[in-house]
């Protein structure tokens, strides 16, 4: 019982604060907006022009193509202006201070987006939304949709990359002396954001500005890939193949096989860069960097095929052919040489000079392929390291 009469109650105490019913708001709109002459710019003086305060919801990052450069989200916007030709008196329609009606019954700005892929038309396309018009003539409207805009992208740091896209929204077709777009006191909003995995929404921007002699709302965002895909598919095989290919020169010649083990490697890795070419943005200004390591990792692995084969004929070289004053340094010289440390012990056993203490010790073909081996492998390691490390630093 108690319960029905505190409903009762509640409901009579509404009435008796909102004191407006249907046909208020009916009599509302026939003395309003029956004849509302909608298609007039709503300025009281003609030689201002109109403002409207303007906030961004970002909806939606729906999708980045590097290649079209084109970037396309789903936006929203809430604009507010004052009508000057709308004003009723609360008190006359049971204290209706605002009404609610499809914004086609009014004038509405037309806000474009100037750098759209696709038409040059207001925002909104044809999606009908409602506006909030109050006594005085203060309309809130929301409109919004897939916006697709072009967007200078550099890929060059692909796949650790930021993008950053500029929206630029103006009104064509009515020039700053008309219509004067700012930012209202809370400019961007992501309460209705649903995040994208592929990229990271990480900042925005949104400044006012006259341009071409229209008022211009720019917003640009950021957002920064999510790169873990291509870390694991793309980088770490690339350092992977890099890392593995000089230890070509780690492997006897006797072996037999580290022909076939360089070849291996580089057709493993010529393979590789088939597969995941397709998944590295194919754009050539500025091109991206990791393409660049790949190809000159493969180069390396070519050069490597070419170094092993030739060690490999020095390996098998018949002794009695001389051995020339480089090969010599290669084979003796080097601080790895087998017979580096013979010498050492030589010399010091030859304090005066005379027969036999010339350091003609007996260098093979062998010393020279394995002091050649372990130089190609040095060198080959040091060239790898470098490339990957000027490769991180480059895209840190
Ligand atoms: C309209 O605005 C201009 C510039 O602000 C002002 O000089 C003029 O007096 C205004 N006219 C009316 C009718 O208010
Ligand atoms: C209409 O807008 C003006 C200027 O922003 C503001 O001062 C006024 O309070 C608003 N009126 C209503 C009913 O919200
Ligand atoms: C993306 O954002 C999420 C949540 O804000 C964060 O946990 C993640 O680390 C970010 N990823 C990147 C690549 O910045």
Redesign the pocket.
Known sequence: MSAIFVIVLAMLMLSKTNGQDLSNVKQLYTDVFANHQKEVLPKVNQSTPLQISVTIYLMTITEFDEVDETIVILGGMGCSWNDAGISWDPTSYGNKIYTILPSEKIWTPPITLINAVDVLGPVQGDTKTNAYIFYDGNVTWPLGGVMSAKCTTDISKFPYDSQTCKFQFLSWGLEERELVLNLASDPFSVQFFT?NSNW???SYDIRTFSWNGYSTLQFSITI?????YYSVMVVCPTILFGLLNPLVFLLPVESGERIGLAMTILLSYAIFLTLVSAAIPASSNPMCILLIVMIVTIVISGIIVVLAIYVSSLYYRDDKMKINAFWKFIGLRLPWSKTHNKIATETVSCEKPGIGCSGDVNVTWQDVSHGLDVLFLIVSYILICVLIGVYFIIVR
């Open positions: 995040p990271n929404f990480s920064k890939r999510a790169s873990l």
